[in-house]
């Protein structure tokens, strides 16, 4: 077990164009690219565990890749997709066991998907029920929830499913799942969850008709255009030196090249909204609008609360709430249950963290209420959870702290202490 230690900062500038690729356009450029029977090129894929284990889903499944001196991918789908002979392990990635899910489910041949010991835990019937209504053969764990899966493809019937909640995952699983159905079909939800799948679909020539939270989809006729992407920076990934340059006096960060898509920035309209000087500089719009985030530090934070169009900021709770902790009076997050379903139980995970820093903070079922004051130092368990660790070990910034259990930030963003180094002291301990 990796265990790191992060000292105090002083004030710093720093502009960074390394930080990790999007992981949810990485995994699904991978797997979408084996819809088309022409190569696809992939500039800046995230290589992280994540997404690296959906790359190698893709070979398992006939998909040839080559990279070139630039580090961009080159995927040629096979003629017909493969039945694989072994297992397709998605590691700790519940994007791709979902989206998998669904994109498998409608093809020939028998498939089995599982993960680790963290993912072989999280529920699976959010995509495979509504999946086995359209006549998809899933089976599992637990009545069919829980990994491994095995999955017996066949054709599908068309549907018009309601999701209960705000899930891209789920939204995402369908849509892959109708593109191989027998006529049109359409997915609706709470509120509308990132679009990348449809943005990305859409772009390959598949008919997609969006009208607000409802997405109709027509069957694929033939093979789709390839995709000529380069994934943009990931602003969860991102969000973790936004959090940096608010909370520590004199800072200041400029991210380079991320995505400005509305449905992933929701976490920096909070933190401007807690007193954050942010400014955002639109350079291009090609399958996502794209550009430079700054991030200034401004004269402390406020509380605030956070209940509405959660989905938009869910992965960026942890490091926002290392924001509200420092902040001055009682933030609170409501409506984000989601968050007990994430790598960890996120709510009881931050909680404990918070706690063990000195923070007063008060868990409910479906979020908590921090109250800001000073962060202590403390050792902290990441519980096998990524943005857990980050999380605290931005924290560090402000008083020094101690992450244990810290390989799991590999599997999104491998060089963060890489970057955070370069503002303060981070040893192995
Ligand atoms: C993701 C969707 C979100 C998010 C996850 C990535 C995606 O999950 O939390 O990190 O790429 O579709 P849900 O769809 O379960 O909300």
Not at 5 to 21: G, K, M, N, W
Not at 26 to 55: C, G, V, W, Y
Not at 107 to 123: A, I, N, Q
Not at 315 to 321: G, Q
Request: with cysteine; net charge negative.
């Amino acid at each position: 077990m990796r265990s790191v230690t992060v000292e105090q900062a002083r004030p710093f500038s720093l502009l960074c164009d390394d930080i990790a690729s999007d992981k949810s356009i990485s995994h699904r450029s991978a797997m979408f690219a084996l819809l088309s029977d022409q190569p696809s090129t992939i500039k800046n894929f995230l290589k992280a565990e994540d997404t690296l284990n959906t790359l190698h889903i893709t070979k398992q499944l006939g998909a040839r890749v080559k990279e070139d001196e630039r580090g961009v991918l080159t995927i040629t789908p096979p003629k017909t997709l493969q039945e694989p002979d072994d297992i397709l392990d998605c590691g700790n990635s519940g994007t791709a066991i979902r989206l998998f899910c669904g994109f498998l489910s409608g093809l020939e041949g028998h498939f089995v998907l599982t993960g680790d010991k963290y993912l072989r835990r999280r529920p699976m019937k959010r995509v495979a029920d509504p999946l086995r209504s359209i006549g998809a053969q899933i089976d599992g764990r637990n009545n069919g929830d829980l990994a491994p899966l095995s999955i017996r493809g066949k054709s599908l019937q068309p549907f018009n499913y309601e999701s209960k909640i705000a899930s891209a995952q789920v939204k995402s699983a369908l849509i892959l799942a109708a593109l191989k159905a027998k006529g049109r079909s359409t997915v609706s939800e709470p509120h509308k969850s990132r679009d990348h799948t449809e943005r990305m679909l859409r772009g390959m020539g598949a008919k997609l008709e969006i009208e607000g939270n409802k997405v109709g989809v027509e069957p694929m006729q033939g093979p789709l255009k390839p995709l000529e992407l380069t994934v943009p920076t990931d602003p969860s990934s991102a969000f973790f030196f936004a959090v940096a340059a608010a909370i520590v006096p004199g800072a200041k960060v400029t991210i380079k090249d991320i995505t400005l898509n509305k449905t992933r920035i929701g976490a920096y309209k909070v933190l401007e909204r807690m007193g954050a000087d942010i400014q955002y500089i639109q350079k291009e719009d090609i399958y996502e609008p794209m550009g430079d985030i700054t991030v200034t530090y401004s004269d402390g934070l406020k509380g605030v609360e956070v209940s509405e169009n959660i989905s938009w900021l869910i992965d960026e709770l942890p490091a926002l709430a290392i924001a509200m902790a420092v902040a001055q009076g009682t933030s609170s997050v409501r409506n984000a249950e989601e968050l007990r379903v994430k790598e960890s139980d996120r709510i009881a995970t931050v909680v404990a963290g918070l706690q063990r820093c000195g923070v007063e903070v008060a868990e409910c079922e479906d979020g908590y209420d921090i109250t800001g004051g000073e962060l202590k130092s403390a050792v902290i368990d990441s519980h096998g959870d990524h943005r857990i660790a980050m999380s605290f070990a931005v924290g560090g910034l402000l008083c020094g702290m101690r992450i244990e259990d810290t390989e799991c930030i590999d599997t999104s963003f491998p060089n963060f202490f890489e970057i955070l180094g370069r503002v303060t002291a981070v040893k192995e301990a």
